[in-house]
């Protein structure tokens, strides 16, 4: 059922790679399944399936407690997932890196326990107005608790980011640089270490939301002298339930806790409690011990390949789509910026984005149609929504052609 | 084509959405409400007159939206101006069935006939709330709303 | 390589139970596993794996947010496992379950949204001795940054709950009392549904850490008239990454926001934020989508059996292990309150817990030591640890056996 | 019986953690830390008397402990006293290789003899962290520690 892409990109084979990813063998609606929604969370391979079901039902037991067997192997287990986030990301200690629910957690991590702290009235917060819900909604919460001032970075009609703006933006009352690393809607992949060299220049930290960016770039936070990246296991190919900050260990040592519960004290009395360090702090109760191997798996199988030719690939999709999409004069694509990532968003004339889902998914074709969470930068394009493709390395050009395919029948139905 | 696509998106649905009836701010107003589609960000505003014996003398609505949702909120306020609060609570009542596949006894008529456009919507479950928004934020003016009506 | 019991309870046949449990195929140092660590963590039935893996690989997509195909299945699967739990604890309303990372997380929501708010330097909050830190820490939060006080109600010397002393604790700047359902160390159960009439009596609201009590016990919220309830998955034979928070309705919905980002929002501005009706409100960011099927079907496998008769085979193995114990005149018994649930904690004479519970170990047999992330407990029975042996559905009295042979070892070794 | 088990409570050991050497408080401790093993809580304190020469001439521990972490501590006091830091951390070294089943190739001698009967740790990962503990805090100690070291 799988097509042949034209071109196969040299070190990877995007056919390969979807003969492991199960959910291409059922169709939808008795077509073949072609799915454009990998940046609102990507499939899974079935590495990463077999790994936790495998994990679950031969390893399994809570972490860090016990003196048993599997409950050992359980920890060794959840403490390998922590050594391989930090050399996916280039962490330079492996307790720089803190497991969280998702990358959402990630972030309101940083807002409750970092910066919290060190937010006064009228202090400032930079971002860019491409910002996901989840790299806002903290810091309006403490404009609202705290009264933080939310600065706003604007990118230009392409879709990229404005630096020099982000450089004007950030003052003296500047507390933090709340950066995408790649936008879930235009793609714009934003130049990190440019913007931590302007921050630190000042003396801002600056934290990255990774969760695309984790995906369809290579990040080595010690390169970017970066103060915080999140990411978030989902849409790494890996399961729900799990994600991570990385945060400098002179940060994480600083912080205070986060959530309270067990694992995350040194001593607990009626009278007081005493905390450990990170990033056991951080990590009160029960963590995502089998979605921690199944994030493991995830970035073992995407490290399987050659990560340049997957990138490669997903380039090769994107350009062949956006060249497509030229023939209709009624769609409008929003952001063309230079680099940017495998993620195709678009205005169609006269035609709701949620139609244009509808119809497409008849079609065996999942797009995504809203907002993206990204409130602030449809506001500032001047839409209510629009439809996005995002690619991931199990697509082909068969699945543009039946992109296109859709989208010109939406057209006909529709107008 | 996929007929239920076909049924999803007949020319009656489609004129409406294009060609929205009573579509606009509405003078003199005594209800209003706001209703708000989570799933996409689209919200719709409901403005009637009612009148001293419960009877909805005028309706408009505000705001963009989907085919669906602009259609049927085109079709509610052709349907609804005239008759009285219980009235427009009845039809509501079975254009929800309708819409969400259910029996629609309660339906009859020319009502039946007018909304059985809508029924398309039953086998996109996805969208019934694109479908009900109208309706919903209505209900919610009717009742005083605050303003936050949603689509369920 | 399963023992079979000498009492088979009518209705409920454990070593049919056992044979889902794929985990005891794998001998552990060549010896069967004897899996008493169902407190820290129950394993997990092949239904609940098996739901797991067909999910991610037929149905998967993200929640809430899309229109096409995959992402109604997997929203279907979501509200569907809303509703398993809203059935399984009997809540009135669907709205009434927030699905959270675990049982630390639901109580800490509770922590941030609900209480915080409604703390002034000198309230107090009533809690017992025997809490698990997830019940404890939250609270000390509230001491630490508002000020609030917390009055500790003692047990009875059998591990019971003195109710009259709770009582007497709830006064008139008691703000909320949290209380275990079920102790993780010495199984008491409380009788929540006089404690919450008492609390109620005074206008004060109750929340049950129900991580244990959920398990054994059957839960009726609206029967107790609770506030708040919490649970958490991998406890309940279900996957990690997943817990639920029930709360009433009207408490909900005066709640703040946990944490931010998307799914939680009405709409976001540069400016403003304004946020979802309960339960959207508290889930921000993409939820455990696999791990809430998981523990759907670890909720349907728990309901596929006759549960007084699973619990009634609990206790049958706790009666078993506590007459058993009586040999051993080196061995403390730590909680006999009438009713308790299936955990054995006990203290061994010149034998260091960690050091039983290795020797046990390489028998094969897996229990606890250490203070079960109850330190006031400890205190309040003037230990720094105890073993622990706690069981599970597939337990039999062949592992009461295997258990009480090994104690005898270690004796042998280590005096 | 498990050949491991055997190993790892040999009779020195129990009989170390039965009678521990040098256990109470020191008077005049120049230096002292708090230990703490986050897995079971237990905790040991480590008091030195550290002399213008760098010599540590006396040492004491307190605190309870499993047998591993007792044995390890006596043992520990008993042969450091009278060394140089220097030598100490040296032995400690040694120490942390051979618990940990690594090539401990700085051990020689009585040294390597005396510290062997706490090699079957190895066996047991879970339990180094026990055997470490008063090794850490004596560490912490002649650092000036803050009072918190925790067994790795
Ligand atoms: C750019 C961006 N940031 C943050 C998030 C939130 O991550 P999660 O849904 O895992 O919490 C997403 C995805 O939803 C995203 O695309
Ligand atoms: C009584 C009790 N409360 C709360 C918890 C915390 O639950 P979780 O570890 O899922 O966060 C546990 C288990 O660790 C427990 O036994």
Redesign the pocket.
Known sequence: MTAIPKTIKAGFDPNAARADFEIFAKPVYGKPLVYLDS??SAQKPRQVLDAMRDFASSEYANVHRGVHYLSAASTDRYEAARRTVQKFLNAKHEDEIVFTK????A?NLVSYSYLALRIQPGDEIVLSVM??H??IVPWHFLRERQGAVLRWVDVRNDGSLDIEALDAAIGPKTKLVAI?H???VLGTVTPLKEIVARAHAKGVPVLA?G??GAVHESVDVQALDIDFY?I????LYGPTGI?ALYGKRKHLKAMRPFNGGGEMIREVTRENVTYADPPARFEAGTPPIIESVGLAAAIDYMNSFDRASVHAHEQDLLTYAREAVREFNWLRVIGDAPGKGAILSFETDGMHAHDVATILDREGVAVRAGHH?AQPLMERFGVASTSRASFAMYNTRADVDALIAALAKARKILS | MDDSLRELYQDVILDHSRHPRHFGPLEGATNTAEGHNPLCGDRVKSNLIVDANDRIADITFEGKGCAISQASASMMTDMVVGRSVAEAEKLMGGFLHLVKGEEATDLAGDDREQLDVMAGVSAFPMRVKCATLAWHTMKSALEGGDGAAKSE
């Open positions: 940046a609102a998702g990358g959402t957690e972030i910002e996901h989840s790299n995408t790649m936008s879930n939301d969760a695309q999140t978030t296991g989902h849409k994600g969470c």
